[in-house]
């Protein structure tokens, strides 16, 4: 995994305690067992449009500090210490008091997992390290809002994303157990020589100063070579279209007649926190996921195509990625649809060469896979889903649309209150409007509103009112499925009113008449159940365990479809960690960025002429575990095409599913899910990358160039990948088994420097390590 990459994880906290100081934890049994175990999840550190987020060293040299309990003020100590703390702690005051008083001895932050010291994790004390603004006032987002971006949604945030703690590394302790050692030396007076323990850190991120647009254009002194020192986050968005695929140009008596307007139902994919590692996202990513993944189901098991071909909209259906990094999903897809709609560059091509006219019409620069999205009408409106996890009170979810100006969310708005199930109503969520300055929560349609500025809109179904949950802390390591335990049944539930709604959206003729186009909807889709199989299995999968077989059997399907039609071996999808994680991660080309081979060459863009010449030319994407298994759950789910007598080919890959003759519409075609039986293609990808950015031509994956028509609005955070050795190691100061030491000291550095330096979703860490 590693070679292939190329990049990797951070290495782990090593821990080198005396045996005696930790005698009574466990940790002392041979040291060299004890340590693979004792992991840390370093802080975020991030560049953006105008600067620097997050934490990192001074410089290259190692930041090495006596570890001192941090309660709330500064410890007592006049030399160089590493202030240990309390996750509780975790807040702008403490942040903000530590760095004021640095002076030059502050070398560090650890955070302890305090979840022993609490009653059962279970307790309100915990802060968001969001802004109070999500993606709103004072982050780099805040100019993609629309209405007030000042609106007080997460009312435990902190703003610690950004902050810049440049010169002062940050790393969280994952093991409660290791923690509490760490607590109990940081708290002890002894300062006696050879009894003390220290930690160091090795985290250089980038120098002072830097913001993204340099750092992509990096070149190296010595060289003058161009040497990028961080790559954009971004990644691979999802969207699907139930019913015959819209034509798009591809085929010569193509007319478009298939070209409907668009009802959208989307949400955001991807979390975070403020230790990338642990970005759980049970509220924010998980529960969306399953929302807009079971609302497809219900679609494809209550609609047949026949009857979505008759509607006079098309429904699609959109999971975002990077959503959290200034809406980079949303905003790449609606932009290549409508606003202002994509422009290729080069002449179109086919996909896959050697397919020809099999293959969709392309992009090689900028490079977009396949251009089916061109082939969706205007868009109507939009209905996104966010936080449906966790619920206030019993049965009631919310809706949040303007009342006073759009006369789209209005009518989306009485369609959600008419689609309830029968333990679930929608009610309006009470949020004021503000001299016509409406605040929506931070979701895909805040996208679309600022985009068609106002002309198009749309509704958001919540499972909070006017304010996020202090339940579950927004975008923080511990909105987790280990902290709180998800509702099933509000996902259900929510997954049947959105179905319902967006069905009743589509049948609108533009009537706006939400009683009849509900009723419709509500007589066709019944109710899915909490215990529904899919829904379990899945929700254990993005909960519990992100390598389950659920994830794993869809997405090496996917992958081994994609390997075929492609026709070369480029991998396997980057796998889900463990311990599901939803932070975007970097745009690449192993992490879904597409790249065209041009003859033996890989391009993240292409202006030559040479495209074509081989067969073996193609484009090609390899999006992550996650985004692969969505894209096969969407395939199944919609994919039963003009088939009635519910009799389906199995398979094991697409070259099972030749002689399909169920996906008989024009420019349709089967492929081969994880469920093993051959589909109708209802799934694409979507490139999430910021849109001030552009692959840089003719060069491979991951470099970038920031476009000659940059509006200079959007946020174009990337994540550094400065130094390849970084890591904390956690020891006692001297003294004690020098020899034993080094030897220790000596495999921390060795498998630190294995692993590289990149700050990905990790957990891959765990495979390798052991
Ligand atoms: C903290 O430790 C507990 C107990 O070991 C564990 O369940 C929890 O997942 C840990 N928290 C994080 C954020 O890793
Ligand atoms: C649109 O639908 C409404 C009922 O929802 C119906 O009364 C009306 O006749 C329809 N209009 C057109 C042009 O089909
Ligand atoms: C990150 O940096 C290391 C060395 O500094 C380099 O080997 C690796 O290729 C870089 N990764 C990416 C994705 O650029």
């Not at 975002?320 to 897809?333: I, K, L, M, N």
């Not at 977009?368 to 061109?374: E, G």
């Not at 060069?699 to 970038?704: D, L, S």
Request: hydrophobic share 35%.
């Amino acid at each position: 995994m590693k070679l292939r990459t190329g990049v990797a994880a951070y290495g782990l906290l090593l821990l080198i305690l005396s045996p005696p100081a930790v005698a009574d934890d466990g940790l002392d049994k041979p040291f060299t067992s004890s340590f693979a175990r004792l992991e840390h999840a370093p802080c975020t550190s991030l560049f953006y449009r105008n600067g620097r987020l997050g934490c990192g060293t001074e410089d290259t040299s190692l930041q090495v500090g006596q570890l001192k309990y941090f309660d709330g003020s500064l410890p007592d100590i006049k030399s160089p210490y590493v202030a240990v703390m309390e996750e509780e702690m975790l807040t702008v005051d403490s942040i903000n008091t530590l760095l004021s008083a640095r002076g030059g001895y502050l070398q560090g932050i650890l955070v302890l997992n305090s979840t022993s010291e609490e009653d059962g994790g279970q307790n309100n004390q915990y802060y968001s390290p969001d802004s109070l603004y999500p993606r709103g006032y004072g982050t780099p987002s805040a100019n993609l809002n629309y209405g007030t971006n000042a609106y007080a949604w997460n009312p435990k945030g902190q703003g610690l994303f950004d902050i810049d703690m440049h010169g002062i590394p940050m790393a969280y302790v994952i093991d409660a157990d290791v923690s509490k050692s760490l607590r109990k030396e940081a708290q002890s007076v002894s300062d006696a020589p050879g009894d003390t323990i220290v930690a160091e850190f090795n985290y250089y991120m980038g120098p002072d100063k830097m913001t993204s647009a340099k750092c992509l254009a990096w070149k190296d002194v010595a060289t003058n070579q161009w040497n990028p020192k961080c790559l954009p986050i971004g990644g691979t968005s999802v969207w699907a279209t139930p019913g015959s695929p819209p034509s798009y140009g591809d085929s010569e008596n193509d007319n478009n007649a298939n070209n409907r307007p668009v009802v959208v139902l989307a949400a955001g994919m991807d979390s975070t926190s403020m230790f990338h590692d642990i970005s759980p996202g049970a509220n924010t990513a998980a529960s969306n996921i399953l929302t807009v993944l079971m609302a497809a189901r219900l679609i494809g098991k209550y609609v047949n195509d026949n009857t979505l071909d008759s509607l006079p909209n098309r429904i699609v259906f959109a999971l975002f990625e990077a959503e959290q990094y200034g809406f980079v999903g949303s905003r790449s897809f609606l932009r290549d649809v409508a606003y202002p709609g994509f422009e290729c560059k080069s002449s179109l091509v086919r996909a896959v060469s050697r397919l020809g006219e099999k293959s969709d019409l392309a992009c090689i620069n900028p490079v977009r896979p396949s251009m089916k999205f061109t082939g969706l009408g205007q868009i109507k409106g939009m209905l996104s889903v966010d936080q449906l996890g966790y619920l206030l009170g019993d049965g009631v979810l919310y809706v949040h649309a303007d009342n006073n100006n759009d006369m789209y969310g209005t009518f989306l708005a009485n369609v959600l209150k008419s689609s309830g199930t029968n333990s679930f109503s929608v009610a309006s969520a009470s949020v004021n409007s503000n001299n016509n300055a409406y605040p929506y929560p931070p979701t895909p349609l805040t996208s679309l509103l600022h985009l068609s500025e106002g002309a198009v809109g749309g509704a958001v179904l919540t499972g909070y009112d006017y304010a996020f949950t202090n339940k579950v802390p927004y975008h923080s390591h511990r909105d987790s499925a280990d902290y709180f335990s998800v509702n099933l049944k509000s996902i259900a539930a929510a997954a049947t009113i959105a179905a319902r709604s967006i069905l009743a959206a589509a049948y609108d003729n533009g009537s706006y008449d939400y009683a009849t186009s509900a009723n419709y909807a509500k007589n066709l889709i019944g109710e899915l159940n909490y215990d529904d199989k899919d829904l379990v299995a899945l929700s254990n999968c993005l909960l519990h365990n992100g390598q389950c077989e659920m994830i794993q059997k869809y997405s090496s399907v996917d992958a081994a479809n994609e390997r075929i039609r492609f026709g070369r071996n480029m991998g396997s999808p980057n796998p889900m960690p463990k311990a599901a994680n939803f932070y975007a991660g970097v745009y690449h080309r192993y992490y879904g960025q597409p790249v065209v081979a041009v003859g033996d060459q890989l391009y993240g863009a292409y202006n030559g002429n040479d495209y074509g010449n081989k067969a073996s030319d193609a484009i090609h994407i390899l999006p992550e575990a996650l985004e692969s298994a969505i894209h096969g759950l969407f395939n199944d789910y919609l994919g039963r095409g003009s088939n009635s007598n519910g009799k389906f080919t199995s398979c094991k890959t697409v070259s099972d599913c030749g002689n399909v003759d169920y996906c008989s519409a024009e420019g349709d075609r089967a492929t081969c899910t994880g469920g093993g039986v051959c589909v109708c293609e209802r799934a694409s990808y979507h490139v999430a990358l910021d849109e001030a950015l552009l692959p840089a031509e003719n060069k491979p994956a991951g470099y970038f160039v920031v476009n000659e028509n940059d509006e200079g609005i959007s946020a174009m955070y990337t994540e550094p990948n400065w130094s390849n050795d970084v890591g904390v190691r956690v020891y006692r100061d001297a003294g004690w088994l020098p020899g034993f030491l080094s030897l220790a000291a000596g495999l921390a550095v060795g498998s630190a420097s294995i692993f590289g330096a990149f700050v990905l979703r990790i957990g891959l860490k765990k495979e390798k390590l052991y």
